[in-house]
């Protein structure tokens, strides 16, 4: 009778620990694969959020490109024509010397309006990142902040040679940014633009010795600007870091992998 009841024992038992072992591996199994649905969500939030970034940058591109073509077609054409009739006046000998004062200072203000609006049309969209690519298209860049402003630039730019078309405007679009924002805010005279390629993707170094600004406020209250910077890099696949301090100038690395 004991041994009975001993063995009813010893099978309860195993029983006992066959059914905890089966609910512990029951709810092991059903917790991974709660985890594995809410990092599908997860993943799949993400990449809506990429997709919405990505239309709403393409968007401020298309935008960019009509404002460029209307400033080349409407504008500046006009602006054309009131040059050249403007110079046809000047050589009239009939006309006196008020009218051809009033007709120099025409021509003038002409000329600075039509410089003025090439300017902002190839800001908008250069036309040397097409024909060159990135690496011709930040020289250029480059060249023009020294000669238009008191600004130092040392840069040493490696040609992205897996970058598309498309992420290399983003990228020029990042660092035509940061130097306004370097010039505009910051007040810095002096820049380091880095830029290197390695197997995986690519990494970007930006130095001003501007005035500066607190991280945390920036992170907390991030301009439009900054903002744009952000959602670019996101696009690239990348991350961004800033390090910046009041009256110590500011440094922005930016990582970014190639996308498998």
């Known amino acids: 009778m004991e041994k009975l009841i001993l063995q009813a024992l010893v099978y ?10 089966g609910l512990i591996l029951f709810f092991h199994y059903s917790r991974r694969k709660i ?5 599908e969500k997860a993943a799949l939030k993400l990449e809506n959020q990429k997709k ?8 401020q591109e298309r935008e960019r490109n009509r404002i460029a073509q209307d400033l080349h077609d409407a504008i500046s ?17 009939t006309i006196g010397k008020k ?15 039509l410089e003025s609006s090439r300017k902002i049309a190839h800001d908008l969209l250069p036309p040397i ?12 860049l480059f060249e023009e902040c020294t000669a238009n402003t008191n600004i130092d630039i040392e840069s040493n730019i490696e ?13 020029f679009r990042i660092v035509q940014e940061l130097i306004n924002n370097s010039i ?21 170094r930006y130095q001003d010795n501007g005035i500066g600004f607190t991280v945390k406020d920036v992170k907390e209250k991030p301009g439009i600007g900054l903002q744009n910077i952000k959602s670019r890099v996101k696009i690239l696949n990348g991350e961004l870091k800033i390090d910046s301090t009041q009256n110590s100038g500011s440094q922005f690395i930016i990582r970014c992998n190639y996308e498998q």
């Open 184 to 204: 505009r805010h910051g007040k810095a005279n002096e820049l380091v633009i880095y830029m290197e390629q390695n197997t995986t993707g690519f990494i970007l």
């Open 52 to 59: 919405i970034l990505q239309t709403s940058i393409a968007i």
């Open 99 to 113: 009218q051809k004062q009033s007709l120099e200072q025409i021509l003038d203000i002409t000329t600075n309006t």
């Open 12 to 21: 309860g038992i195993i029983f006992l620990v066959l059914v905890t072992t």
């Open 77 to 93: 054409s006009k602006l054309n024509i009131v040059s050249l009739s403007t110079n046809v006046l000047l050589v009239d000998k």
């Open 35 to 39: 985890i594995q649905k809410e990092l």
């Open 159 to 171: 040609k992205l040679s897996k970058l598309s078309r498309t992420n290399q405007l983003h990228v």
């Open 129 to 140: 990142l097409d024909k060159f690519g990135l690496k011709a298209a930040l020289e250029e």
